[in-house]
């Protein structure tokens, strides 16, 4: 299974950003797509979680800022970041747990996207 991420950058405070990550391969079934961020020194934080269910949970302090979304035909997961805020800065990565062909479960992380929020 492979992930890949794309849609980081640069952007002023207040701005967006969309993060989407695609996973491929040998992949029966998706339990939960989600997203993690990390900054230098610190561990790895939950952003924003969505599970096969339908249920989400973000950081609350990211909540009614960011959505994740899923387009379950793609196996591909988004992250609309607005009113982003300079503490929003970070790596971003995203995991994906699951089944493959062999029915055995995975979980993978894509190799990280930074998203860097400055005047």
């Known amino acids: 299974v492979q992930l890949v991420e794309s849609g980081g950058g640069l952007v002023q405070p207040g701005g967006s950003l969309r993060l989407s990550c695609a996973a491929s391969?040998?992949?029966?079934?998706?339990?939960?797509m989600g997203w993690y961020r990390q900054t230098p020194g610190k561990q790895r934080e939950l952003v924003a979680l969505?599970?096969?269910?339908?249920?989400?949970n973000y950081a609350d302090s990211v909540k009614d800022r960011f959505t994740i979304s899923r387009d379950n035909a793609k196996n591909t997961v988004y992250l609309q970041m607005n009113s982003l805020k300079p503490e929003d800065t970070a790596v971003y990565y995203c995991?994906?747990?699951?089944?493959?062909?062999?029915?055995?479960?995975?979980?993978?992380w894509g190799q990280g996207t930074q998203v860097t929020v400055s005047s």
């Open positions: 995991n994906v747990r699951g089944t493959d062909t062999d029915y055995n479960y995975f979980g993978y």
């Open positions: 969505s599970t096969s269910g339908g249920s989400t």
């Open positions: 391969g040998s992949i029966f079934a998706i339990n939960a």
